[in-house]
């Protein structure tokens, strides 16, 4: 799919937000475009630097090889790293940070189906909608149901002992659960409003409302990676149980390879980071922090995602676009997490558009604050104190957006967005560890 068909027609948009149209316009011009959005959202596509895919775009260059020698790269450093760690400690990999992970690791891991279980909340709604529920009980039930789910994460989080990894995964999957739960609910909304529009007509298509409102509908939803939903998504076929494997195995091996970059690398700095000053601790988890990022990048959304993509029959691969190509941060946000973007341009700055009537600048104020405050609660919860040091750095992507746009597309756009992430992450993460400083470092 072209990128310019997830864009809402701008003239469209300033009459339904400056009221120059009448309501039955408005009306029209709202169905009209969250349905076109709807049915067009997802294709058929494969992932960019999908190495097994032979119609990938990276195996439709000449820049394969390139790809093969960070594999290369990876396995020595598999191979090194743990004897380089015997010879120094005795113990092939470091264990400390393993035994502050593994605190009731059981009760970390099950919160996922409990969290799947819970979120068929919204599966009942949308049984109890067909039974003429009202509206606002439906969307109260709704927002309850979200809101208790969030409250219990963080009560998980705050009450037990658990480290950063812990906590993090939990408040993830309660995001992910909510998206889900937020997608599901108001998609099926509007497609009720456009089917009792229409008459309540008698259709056999089995993903036509209402048929779609059924536990088999769902639970494909839920285990598809996607945040956004549709009665149907494009399909892939035949399973490749060889491409399950490896993407499963990948995966497993990132984390590892994850576990071992912050054990040796990021871990030793952080315990003792009153031993070591702020331009010191920066610099030293500067290129450990961009390798164990895009070793992150690698495994959630090439391998994570495709494993669950290629089990579901999901056709749309496209998790991320060429996000390392950026010339400014506005292109990254948009490229480098696509299912999220998706979510919050569909259920925030459309249905502030369309629900709510707001302008379209206000609208995407208010998307980029939405996802500033979404940051902010993760690690918030996550770390157990609240520091708005990330909801500090994305305001100010907002002047620097507007900056950049002198260089955007430019090389000197590109080598400045770069400068950005490779600086701003070991910046970003010594703040949080030294808040307790902050006055000191900028009152010296």
Not at 40 to 52: G, K, Y
Not at 136 to 155: G, K, N, P, W
Not at 308 to 331: K, M, Q
Not at 435 to 443: G, Q, R, T, V
Request: aromatic residues 18%; proline residues 5%.
């Amino acid at each position: 799919m072209k990128r310019q068909k997830l864009k809402v027609d701008s003239s469209e948009v300033d009459k339904v937000s400056s009221g120059t149209s009448t309501p039955d316009e408005q009306g029209t011009h709202k169905q009209a475009n969250i349905k076109h959005l709807r049915k067009h959202a997802f294709v058929n596509r494969v992932s960019l630097l999908d190495d097994m895919d032979k119609d990938s775009e990276l195996n439709r260059t000449k820049f394969v090889g390139f790809y093969n020698m960070l594999y290369v790269v990876a396995f020595y450093y598999f191979i090194i790293n743990p004897i380089m760690s015997y010879y120094k400690t005795g113990q092939l990999i470091e264990t400390s940070l393993y035994n502050s992970m593994r605190r009731d690791l059981f009760m970390c891991i099950v919160t996922w189906p409990l969290f799947y279980a819970w979120s068929h909340i919204a599966l009942l709604i949308q049984y109890l909608a067909m039974m003429n529920m009202p509206k606002t009980l439906m969307f109260i039930t709704q927002h309850i149901s979200q809101v208790c789910m969030f409250v219990y994460a963080h009560y998980l989080v705050l009450t037990r002992d658990w480290y950063l990894p812990q906590g993090a995964f939990v408040t993830f999957q309660s995001c992910v659960f909510f998206f889900k739960m937020h997608s599901y609910t108001m998609t099926n909304y509007k497609m009720r409003r456009e089917w009792i529009d229409q008459g309540c007509p008698k259709n056999n298509d089995p993903y036509a409302y209402p048929n779609n409102i059924n536990f088999k509908n769902f639970t494909q939803f839920i285990m598809t990676p996607v945040l956004v939903y549709e009665p149907q998504y494009p399909q892939s076929g035949q399973i490749r149980w060889k491409y399950v494997i490896v993407k499963f195995m990948n995966t497993m091996a990132m984390l590892i390879m994850g576990y071992m970059i912050v054990s040796n690398h990021i871990y030793p700095i952080i315990q003792n980071i009153k031993d070591h000053s702020l331009p010191d601790s920066i610099f030293q988890m500067t290129l450990p922090l961009i390798f164990l990022c895009l070793t992150l990048f690698n495994m959630v959304f090439e391998n994570y995602c495709n494993f669950w993509a290629e089990i579901t029959h999901f056709g749309d691969r496209l998790f991320y676009t060429d996000w390392w190509n950026s010339t400014d941060f506005e292109e990254f946000n948009r490229n480098w997490n696509r299912p999220v973007y998706e979510f919050l341009y569909r259920h925030v700055y459309l249905e502030l558009i369309f629900e709510f009537g707001i302008g379209v600048k206000k609208a995407q104020l208010a998307t980029f604050m939405f996802s500033a405050l979404l940051h902010e609660y993760t690690l918030a919860v996550s770390l157990k104190q609240i520091t708005p040091i990330m909801i500090m750095f994305m305001m100010i992507q907002l002047p620097v957006m507007v900056w950049t746009k002198r260089i955007k597309g430019t090389k000197f756009g590109n080598l400045f967005f770069w400068f950005g992430i490779i600086q701003g992450l070991p910046l970003i993460l010594n703040l949080y560890l030294r808040f307790d400083e902050l006055p000191k470092l900028l009152l010296p």
